[in-house]
Each structure stands twice: as structure tokens, then as C-alpha cells.
Nanobody, 128 residues
């Protein structure tokens, strides 16, 4: 079992920044795939970014490349999503997700069905 606790959402004006935090606890080992998804009202949940906790490789949706950065503190079992240059289209509920296997994270991260554990979600609102 794995528990995920998210924090860091909020409201910001366009061009601003936020940092989301996801703290994982439970049966954590050395190599997993952890990601961030988001879901706006009336839209499907989409993968935003992910990281292979074994080698630190990060993966990003085209819509956030160059603006968002995912990072990992292995000692704290915590993943961060630094979001810069936010735009109104980034407004959504953001969810942290955990996949036990780190294998093929570079492919799996885009599919929410690959992740077995989810955080409660944190709201990000960007105003123009």
C-alpha cells in the first residue's frame, strides 16, 4: 500500500508560479514511476509530467515543456512539480499518481490506468 499526500495548489495570476508537492509513504522502494495528472471541468484527465524514481528521468506533456519541472527527493519520498509561466489553460485539479513498477515509465506515464495509487488532488487556478 502507498499513500500520497499533495500540497501546494492555489490561485495565481497568469505568468506566476506554483510548486506542488507529493509525499509518498508506505511500501516505497528504489524504482517507481510517479507522475502528475490534471483534470479540468468537462475534460479528460491528462498526464502532465512524470519521473522515474530509479534514474531520475523526467517526462513532460508538450503543453508544459519548458514551463514545468518535475523533481524528486528520494530521502523524503517526495516528488515536486515546479510550475512556472502559468497560463489560464493550466487551471485544473492536479493529482499525484504512483506506479509500483518503474519499468517503461517513459511510455506508461501518459496513461492514468497504469497508476494504482492516487492523491486526493489539489486545485490550481490561474487567472488572466
Amino acid at each position: 500500500q502507498v499513500q500520497l499526500v499533495e500540497s501546494g495548489g492555489g490561485s495565481v495570476q497568469a505568468g506566476g508560479s506554483l510548486r506542488l508537492t507529493c509525499a509518498a509513504s508506505g511500501y516505497i522502494y528504489s524504482s517507481h514511476c510517479m507522475g502528475w495528472f490534471r483534470q479540468a471541468p468537462g475534460k479528460e484527465r491528462e498526464g502532465v509530467a512524470a519521473i522515474d524514481t530509479g534514474d531520475g528521468s523526467g517526462y513532460y506533456a508538450d503543453s508544459v515543456k519548458g514551463r514545468f519541472a518535475i523533481s524528486l527527493d528520494n530521502a523524503k519520498n517526495t516528488v515536486y512539480l515546479q510550475m512556472n509561466s502559468l497560463i489560464p489553460e493550466d487551471t485544473a485539479t492536479y493529482y499525484c499518481a504512483f506506479r509500483y513498477s518503474g519499468r517503461n515509465c517513459y511510455i506508461a506515464w501518459r496513461r492514468s490506468s497504469e497508476f494504482g495509487y492516487w492523491g486526493q488532488g489539489t486545485q490550481v487556478t490561474v487567472s488572466s
